[in-house]
Structure formats: structure tokens, C-alpha cells
């Protein structure tokens, strides 16, 4: 059922992307920069070129999934994930990767879970905690999740990264990773730091937690990009 079994291995370029279409994109970016990452806003075909990774951000994955449409950004994804590019959707960007979508159909289903949308409810069920993740961390990694979706299973070649109750808050396979909360969105460059070296580069600092980062940070390149 899944695309990403068709897929050969290799390495693509030294930069990240933000899929620019809709929600959280310049709280990635600031996160990256932070680390000494190569980032850049992803909108149109050319924007893909020396891409080693691209985030799918949050923000509502009905209106994204209509824009990658819309802007024919769909099939460049699946032919640049084909050729090598490594893919981590937060949010509504899982739910864009899902394989499965409960009581829906899925979208680019790249990575096989099954996600249930809303998983907790309305908007203000939205909540903040904090979790160990072995594999992602040493340090308890601080998760926001906002009217989050909840990964209900995972398939085979999937592994499960941070399991809480009867749900799944994150998980990988070799070529994407998906979670459900937000990364962005704290001081904390765990994520990131970890996703960049999936796609094969050298991250730079050791900390994950910046202290010069705040809740407005990312305002600032706003202006820029
Ligand atoms: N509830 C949103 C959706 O279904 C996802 C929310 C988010 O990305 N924070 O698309």
C-alpha cells in the first residue's frame, strides 16, 4: 500500500525546505537556522533543487492537501521523495503522509500509519507536556499538540518513536518521519537536530534546548522570507 517501498536510497542535495503553502513555516525555518541548517521556504518546482529533506507543517491538512493540488506541488513531492528526498510532516503534515486516514482518503501516503484526525477533539483540547524520547534526545523533549491528530497504528518497517496510552505521537520509517505535536513551536531543537541527520547532514551545536529562543522569535524572519 505504500509508496515509499518503491523508492531507491540516495542522497539529494545539503538544504531543508518548508512546504510554504499553508501554516507553520517559518517557526521550522528559525529552528533550522538555529542548527546551522541551509532552510528555504518551498512553494514552486524550483525551490526543490539541493533539497536533502522538506517539512510538511501544521496548519490544516484539508486546505494543504487542496493547495498541493491546486499548485501541482503533489506529484513533485512523490518524484523528488522517489529520487531521494526525505520527508517529516508535523501535525497536519502527518496527516498529509499517512497511508491510512480514518473515515477519509489518504493523501500522499508515503508512510504506513493509520491517523485518526482531531484524535482529542476540538481546538481547546489543545495541550502541552513533555515526554522521554530515547532515540530523539537525552533531555525530556517539551510537546505542544494543537487539535492533533492521533497515529492509531503503525505498519510493518515502521517504528514507533514515542508511544503515550493507547496512541502513537511519533513514528518513522528509513525515508519519513511523523508527528503529531510540534516541534516548532518550543525551545527545543530535538526534532530538527534529529531530522537533519536523517537526511544525512551535520547539524551544528550540541544543546538541544536554545535559551535564546522565545515565543516570537521566528518573527523576525517573517519580514525576510
Ligand atoms: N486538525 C488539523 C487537521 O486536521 C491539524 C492541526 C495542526 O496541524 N496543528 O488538519
Redo the contacts with the bound molecule.
Keep these: 500500500m505504500n509508496r515509499a517501498e518503491e523508492r531507491p536510497p540516495s542522497g539529494v542535495g545539503d538544504a531543508l525546505g518548508v512546504l510554504d503553502l499553508q ?2 513555516v517559518c517557526e521550522h525555518i528559525d529552528h533550522l537556522l538555529r542548527l546551522g541548517i541551509e532552510a528555504r521556504p518551498v512553494k514552486q518546482e524550483k525551490d526543490f533543487d539541493g533539497l536533502a529533506g522538506l517539512i510538511l ?8 492537501a487542496r493547495l498541493l493540488r491546486i499548485f501541482a506541488i503533489e506529484e513533485i513531492i512523490l518524484r523528488r521523495f522517489r529520487e531521494g528526498m526525505k520527508l517529516w510532516g ?6 498529509l503522509l499517512a497511508g491510512k486516514l480514518v473515515g477519509e482518503r489518504p493523501h500522499l501516503s508515503l508512510i504506513d500509519i493509520e491517523v485518526l ?2 484524535g482529542f477533539g476540538s ?1 481547546l483540547e ?1 495541550f502541552a507536556c513533555e515526554a522521554a524520547i530515547p532515540k530523539v534526545s537525552d533531555a525530556p523533549v517539551p510537546l505542544t ?5 492521533k497515529i492509531l497504528e503503525a505498519g510493518e518497517g515502521v517504528e514507533v518513536l514515542l508511544r503515550i496510552d493507547d496512541w502513537i505521537a511519533a513514528a518513522e520509517s528509513p525515508d519519513v518521519l511523523a508527528t503529531v505535536f ?1 516541534p516548532e513551536l518550543t525551545g527545543c531543537l530535538a526534532f530538527h537536530r534529529y531530522f537533519a541527520r536523517k537526511c544525512g547532514l551535520a547539524p551544528g551545536g550540541k544543546a538541544d534546548l536554545d535559551p535564546t529562543w522565545d515565543k516570537t522569535s521566528w518573527t523576525r524572519l517573517a519580514r525576510i522570507i
Design positions: 501554516g507553520g507543517p501544521g496548519g490544516e491538512s484539508t486546505c494543504l508535523t501535525c497536519a503534515g502527518a496527516i484526525r482531531n481546538q489543545s499538540f494543537i487539535r492533533a491528530p510540534h
